[in-house]
C-alpha cells in the first residue's frame, strides 16, 4: 500500500491550494480517508475524514474552507484549501484506515500515512 501526495507549495494569506493523495493497493472508496496536518513542535492533528457515509468530523479551524473528496476512479483523495491563513502552515499528511466507515479523526484509526507534502502560507 502506497500514498503520495502532492500538490504542497507556498501560497500568500488568502489564497487557495488543492492537495492530491494518490493511492496504490487499496481501494479508497471502500474505507474512512483522512487527512492530518503537523506543524513543528506539535502533535499530527485530524483535520477531516471522509468514509462511505460521507464526510465525517472536521476540525474547527477548518469549517468552510477545507474541502475533502475523492475519485474513486483515480483511486485519488484531495484536500482544496481555501481562503489561505498562516495558521494552515505544516506538514499535510494523508491516511487510510480499514473501516469502512469514520469514527473518531484520531491517528489511531488510521492505519496507512503517506509521507507528506509541505504547505507554507506567508502574509
Known amino acids: 500500500v502506497q500514498l503520495v501526495e502532492s500538490g504542497g507549495g507556498s501560497v500568500q494569506v488568502g489564497g487557495s491550494l488543492r492537495l492530491s493523495c494518490t493511492v496504490s493497493?487499496?481501494?479508497?472508496?471502500?474505507?474512512?480517508m483522512a487527512w492530518f496536518r503537523q506543524t513543528p513542535g506539535k502533535e499530527r492533528e485530524g483535520i477531516v475524514q471522509?468514509?462511505?457515509?460521507?464526510?465525517?468530523a472536521r476540525a474547527a479551524s477548518v469549517e468552510g474552507r477545507f474541502t475533502i473528496s475523492r475519485d474513486n476512479m483515480l483511486n485519488t483523495l484531495y484536500l482544496e484549501i481555501n481562503n489561505t491563513n498562516v495558521d494552515d502552515t505544516g506538514m499535510y499528511y494523508c491516511a487510510a484506515g480499514s473501516r469502512i466507515y469514520c469514527y473518531t479523526l484520531d491517528r489511531s484509526e488510521f492505519t496507512y500515512w503517506g509521507q507528506g507534502t509541505q504547505v507554507t502560507v506567508s502574509s
Open positions: 471522509l468514509g462511505s457515509g460521507g464526510v465525517g
Open positions: 493497493g487499496y481501494t479508497i472508496s471502500r474505507v474512512c
